[in-house]
């Protein structure tokens, strides 16, 4: 077997080692985000006056109402509220207030859930064009008087990876030099000049994979 073939097989040795080892480090330390999945759960009741609403994941829901332009639609809640009144407090209201119907009847002798009706509610979490999470609600058969949204912590958004790199280089031949490096996606490609003494300016390609 003469040199040249030796070195032929050695250079494709050599390059399926790398190949390898790029594709067990893409395997292993490969970052792809954390996806959790949402499953459904039934309601859970924790007081008389406080539920866990039953959940059912769609990737497909809507909002029921306008969304503002740039918004990310992240969460659709529904929920009816029935108010407490009681028909002891009902039958006790002013003759005149029940005869005009302030109270949803004329005789105040009407069942409860036709006087005080369940109120509809619903409500939209959004992701706003500053990054903003806020909570949006709507009621077809009530008036939003007001409310609050009080967020438990900050959002932490990652931020935008850099791409560029600069910077210089110095080796035990005390040879310095200059390069810089971009990124493009899993890909670093980068260059580096360099002035060796007897070689004048020597330049480098540089090819890496990011993991």
Not at 99 to 128: H, R, V
Not at 184 to 195: C, D, K
């Amino acid at each position: 077997m003469t040199l040249q073939i030796k070195l032929i097989i050695a250079v494709v040795l050599l390059s399926l080692s790398c190949l390898f080892g790029v594709f067990i480090g893409y395997k292993v330390f490969d970052n792809k985000p954390q996806i959790v999945v949402q499953h459904s759960a039934s309601e859970k009741r924790i007081d008389k006056d406080t539920i866990i609403l039953a959940k059912e994941p769609d990737k497909n829901v809507k909002a029921d109402i306008p969304m503002p332009k740039g918004a990310t639609l992240d969460r659709v809640v529904k929920f009816s509220v029935k108010q407490k009144a009681k028909p002891k407090d009902i039958q006790e209201a002013p003759q005149t207030h029940r005869q005009q119907g302030d109270l949803g009847g004329k005789t105040g002798d009407k069942p409860l859930d036709e006087l005080c009706p369940p109120i509809d509610i619903s409500l939209a979490l959004i992701t706003d064009k500053d990054k903003q999470q806020r909570v949006v609600a709507s009621s077809p058969n009530g008036d939003i008087v007001g409310g609050i949204d009080i967020p438990a912590h900050d959002l932490t958004i990652p931020a935008e990876p850099k791409k560029w790199a600069i910077g210089a280089s110095y080796n035990s031949l005390k040879v310095g030099g200059i390069w810089i490096e971009r990124d493009v996606g899993r890909i670093r490609l980068g260059v580096e000049a360099q002035s060796v003494p007897m070689y004048g300016n020597v330049y480098t390609a540089r090819l890496g994979w990011k993991f």
